[in-house]
């Protein structure tokens, strides 16, 4: 909970630094008020397709809320020096199935294009089937178990090894194949 706070709270930092209240964040997001108050108070983890929305109209990257210092140049993050940043809601909506904990890989790299992570893709006990889009594009490749990722209307079953890259305007989900967790790099890109 500590990380959606966080979150929460750089959301709510921004949003009033332009001086928007909640009902104009919502308009120009196309995101619900609530779900928008929820999120700034940190009461349940955030689907990745939302917070790509708000941060849009916000005129920030993504890793805007993710990240805790800048850097400029290279940047190095050791095998175990992945930090988690948060833990997002695989189904987009409010439950605690499903979820997906990003660790960030590049949290101090300052003016990025990509969001890359590592994520533990935890397995989901609901048949929701819920997709979501935003803009963008993202490549995944699997390190550990196997992924199901709906893309439109078709469904694609990975495993260790396999890679997908894929235009994230087409409404998509990932999870876990069956109650066995995975793991996988993911590079996110959303255009500024």
């Known amino acids: 909970m500590l990380q959606e706070r966080h979150i929460g709270s750089k959301l709510q930092h921004l949003r009033e630094s332009l001086n928007l209240s909640v009902a104009e964040l919502a ?13 700034e108070c940190g009461a349940f983890a955030p689907s990745l397709a939302p917070l790509i929305k708000i941060t849009r109209a916000l005129g920030v990257r993504l890793g805007t809320l993710l990240d805790d210092d800048e850097q400029y140049g290279p ?12 833990r997002f809601n695989s189904l987009g909506t409010t ?9 960030t890989l590049a949290a101090n790299k300052t003016a990025r294009h990509m969001e890359p992570f590592l994520v533990d893709v935890n397995p989901t006990t609901a048949d929701d089937h819920t997709l ?21 209307k078709d469904q694609h079953l990975l495993q260790a090894g396999d890679s997908i890259y894929y235009d994230s305007i087409v409404p998509h989900q990932v999870r876990a194949q069956g109650n066995q967790p995975a793991r996988i790099l993911a590079v996110v890109y959303t255009p500024f």
């Not at 308009?27 to 999120?39: F, H, K, P, V």
């Not at 940047?75 to 948060?86: C, L, Q």
């Not at 979501?132 to 550990?144: R, T, Y």
Request: one cysteine or more.
């Open 95 to 103: 439950s605690t199935v499903g979820e997906l904990d990003f660790f």
């Open 75 to 86: 940047v190095i993050t050791r095998r175990d020096d992945a930090k988690p940043v948060t």
């Open 132 to 152: 979501s889009s935003h803009e963008g594009e993202e490549f995944m490749f699997i390190l550990d178990g196997h992924i199901v990722v709906e893309y439109g």
């Open 27 to 39: 308009e120009r997001s196309g995101c619900d008020a609530t779900r928008i108050e929820q999120l």
